[in-house]
């Protein structure tokens, strides 16, 4: 029996390094993320807006805020005269993170996304939130007292092809194989929206039923971005809008300009929905 033990250990080592992942790490070129090939002119023409929205730097008088996340740089959350602390677990060159709180201060579950950044006392060359008086959050004493949940963002490279699988493939295929997958301690199921019973597969915990919800959701949550499919701020705080609310909507500008006369859609989903994995 003694000796049996140590075969198998060596077995199971064996079989370990036979099956390790590797991670290719970053590689060279920049073909990931351009569209995907066999596009049609208006599907290239909406690639190029989706990209362009999503590359956007918003400023305040786009409506940024009252609360955001990130914009590309880490520098703008204290430019312009911004009353904010960069927490300790977000650098330069590190990667972006989202804080969810575990806990409530009154001890209830939590469990949401909590903005990092305000625009309180901003003043960029687009407008001003001087007035704004929101107060950034505690974010350095959640994480010290383990409070702080942290999540980095999923590529969305692809996201139109995952989009495009309909619920019956998902089902089928979770079904595969599944003496292979028992035996290897595979198992899962599929999350559904509690509505309507859809397969939900974006984010994470594929809590997302589709790109376009993400995508208006990622403006109303990361940006303080409101829109048709998101129309009310976080924080309502009368305050600090710098814009009318919702910041886009259908018509606004003009019923035929293509950036706004969808106003989710003028929010980059197209980017994700029409960019290769590589
Ligand atoms: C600075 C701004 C942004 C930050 C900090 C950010 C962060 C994140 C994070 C943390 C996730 C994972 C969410 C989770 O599962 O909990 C995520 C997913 C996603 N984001 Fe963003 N995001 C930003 C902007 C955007 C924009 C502008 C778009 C829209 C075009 C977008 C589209 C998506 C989509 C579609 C996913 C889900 C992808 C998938 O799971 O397949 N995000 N993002």
């Not at 190029?48 to 305040?60: L, P, R, T, Y």
């Not at 495009?164 to 999350?191: C, E, F, M, W, Y």
């Not at 809008?241 to 910041?247: A, E, L, R, S």
Request: aromatic share 6%; net charge negative; proline share 7%.
């Amino acid at each position: 029996m003694l000796a049996v033990v140590p075969t198998i250990l060596g077995w199971m080592a064996t079989v370990a390094v036979v099956n390790a992942a590797t991670d290719p790490g970053v590689r060279p070129g920049t073909a990931a993320g351009n569209p995907i090939p066999g596009l049609s002119a208006d599907q290239a023409a909406l690639f190029q807006i989706g990209q362009d929205a999503f590359n956007e730097v918003e400023m305040v008088d786009d409506g940024l805020g009252p609360r955001f996340n990130l914009d590309p740089q880490v520098a703008a959350a204290t430019a312009f005269g911004a009353r904010n602390v960069v927490p300790a677990f977000i650098s330069a060159n590190g990667p972006i993170r989202e804080a969810r709180f575990k806990f409530r201060p009154n001890g209830a579950r939590d469990g949401g996304v909590h903005s990092l950044f305000v625009i309180s006392g901003r003043l960029d060359n687009s407008g001003s939130a001087g007035n704004c008086d929101a107060l950034q959050e505690e974010f350095n004493a959640h994480f010290a007292r383990g409070n702080v949940s942290l999540r980095i963002p999923t590529p969305v490279f692809g996201g139109g092809l995952m989009e495009s699988i309909p619920d019956n493939v998902l089902a089928t295929n979770l079904g595969r194989n599944a003496a292979q997958k028992a035996q290897l301690g595979i198992a899962g199921h599929l999350n559904a929206n509690g509505n309507d019973g859809r397969a939900t597969r974006f984010g994470w915990k594929a809590q997302n039923v589709s790109l376009l919800l993400f995508a208006g959701e990622a403006y109303n949550v990361e940006m303080g971005l409101t829109s048709e499919l998101f129309p009310t701020e976080r924080d309502p705080n009368p305050k600090c809008q710098t814009d009318t609310v919702p910041n886009n909507i259908t018509g606004r500008t003009g019923i035929m300009d293509p950036n706004v006369c969808d106003s989710t859609r003028g929010s980059g989903v197209d980017h994700p929905r029409t960019a290769a994995f590589q």
